[in-house]
């Protein structure tokens, strides 16, 4: 059962917008920054979103995360083909003093 | 450039025990927190352990107790001895380096682990 909550599966056209979000506590979320990354088969996941929403070198500005309170949420503008892969949120848990992530969430783009 | 590089993974009976390696460059490991991850196969991310610059060192509960995490600063790598090894530690192990208090942002390529008899 991962710590942070995310929606397993999440779907959308070339073209369109889409959410995923990602459901934390006051010891992750709540305190510390939200990471997200991509993930496609058999590969390493790859950060596509740190600290206050800031995107590494190369990453396209159709990507953006925010946060509000406990929950926080990936955006991903004029879908394509290329977008379709698991994505996994990620945070700093006070608690248990290491990161936590998400479920994961596989995107399909129809 | 940072890389990290996994090594020491393979196929080992259930009660075995397994060192992974991880070669850290283009950083040094005691300047950063470096973590172990898993998946499971089919399955999400899972935290298992972190080395914090200091030298502290933090488990996941799943794993407490049997493994352990260490770092060579001299060779600018990260190990983590693997004991009493159960067939739901099966997964792949990723090492990642990340600053102080954030999750990772540098991935290895990871390394297979199969707890199987």
């Known amino acids: 059962q991962a710590v942070l909550t995310q929606p397993p599966s999440a779907s959308g056209t070339p073209g369109q917008r889409v959410t995923i979000s990602c459901s934390g506590s006051?010891?992750?979320?709540?305190?510390?920054?939200v990471y997200w990354y991509q993930q496609l088969p058999g590969t390493a996941p790859k950060l596509l979103i740190y600290r206050k929403n800031q995107r590494p070198s190369g990453v396209p500005d159709r990507f953006s995360g925010s946060k509000s309170g406990t929950s926080a949420s990936l955006a991903i503008s004029g879908l394509r083909s290329e977008d379709e892969a698991h994505y996994y949120c990620?945070?700093?848990?006070?608690?248990?003093?290491?990161?936590?992530f998400g479920g994961g969430t596989k995107l399909t783009v129809l | 450039e940072v890389q990290l590089v996994e090594s020491g993974g393979g196929l080992i009976q259930p009660g075995g025990s397994l060192r992974l390696s991880c070669a850290a460059s283009g950083f040094t490991v005691f300047t950063n927190y470096v973590s172990w991850v898993r998946q499971a196969p089919g399955k999400g991310l899972e935290w298992v352990s972190v080395?914090?610059?200091?030298?502290?060192?933090y488990y996941a509960d799943s794993v407490k107790g049997r493994f352990t995490i260490s770092r060579d600063n001299s060779k600018n790598t990260v190990s983590l001895q693997m004991n009493s090894l159960r067939a739901e530690d099966t997964a792949v192990y990723y090492c990642a380096r990340g600053a102080e208090w954030d999750p990772p942002d540098y991935w290895g390529q990871g390394t297979l682990v199969t707890v199987s008899s």
């Open positions: 990620a945070a700093w848990d006070d608690s248990l003093s290491g990161p936590v």
């Open positions: 080395i914090y610059t200091g030298g502290s060192t």
């Open positions: 006051s010891s992750n979320i709540g305190s510390n920054y």
